[in-house]
């Protein structure tokens, strides 16, 4: 079993997408992308077309998949499989990429959780879908995303967490004038605790404070770039 995060480092691309963007959503020349994807399916010993993805909608939506897409990638935001040589993957630009698995079952996951996302379901979702197929004793990594120092949100924000469960403010700091800091990667190291993941790690690394390792929508937004690059989070039997 093997997992690594990619950042924006290592590739082809040019210009604000550079140089590891691998991102098909992207505006980034599409021969470049495939490139660059090619490349981190190497890095795992694996041909390009068992680099998998999805659709990616900020939904609570988990499919579980053993073999590489026949047709259109489907909607959703997280990856379940059981199969050897499948690189399941999520693309992200601040959002908190989470790499799960079971490692004696032989069952791995991977979610896409934006605040959206996370706050309606996909990491339970994932879980739910990945204990089906065999897996218990599950163990997660959260990957590169915005973490609090740099997730500054209005108050409306906060009360859509408020409004679920009022313990959520916990999550929400104190910024300037009526702003709050968000804690993406704690809030979701708490929902993989509450479904019983044994362990969880958190990189530190904050997509928006390191320009040159990382792509960061946000950090684009700011910047008027027009649009981002993505960085790939992928793990593997």
Known sequence: MRHGFFGREGGVSTGIYASLNAGTGSKDDADAVGENRRRIAAALDLPPTHLLGVHQVHSP?????????????????????????LAISILTADCAPVLLADARAGVIGAAHAGWKGALGG?????????????????????????????????????????????????YFSAG????????????????????GVSTTDVLQWDTYAHPSRLHSHRRSVHEKLGDYGRNCSVITL
């Open 176 to 195: 300037d004038g009526d702003r709050r800091m968000f804690d993406l990667p704690g809030f979701c190291v708490d929902r993989l605790e509450a479904c």
């Open 122 to 170: 996909v990491l339970e979702a994932t879980i739910e879908l990945m204990r089906s197929h065999g897996a218990e004793s599950i163990t997660a990594v959260i990957g590169p995303c915005i973490h609090q120092t740099s997730y500054e949100v209005g108050p409306e924000f906060e009360a859509r967490f408020v409004e679920v469960e009022p313990f959520y403010r916990h």
């Open 61 to 85: 939506k988990a499919v579980f998949i053993d073999a590489p897409w026949a047709g259109e990638r489907l909607e959703a935001d997280a990856l379940v499989t059981t199969t050897p040589g």
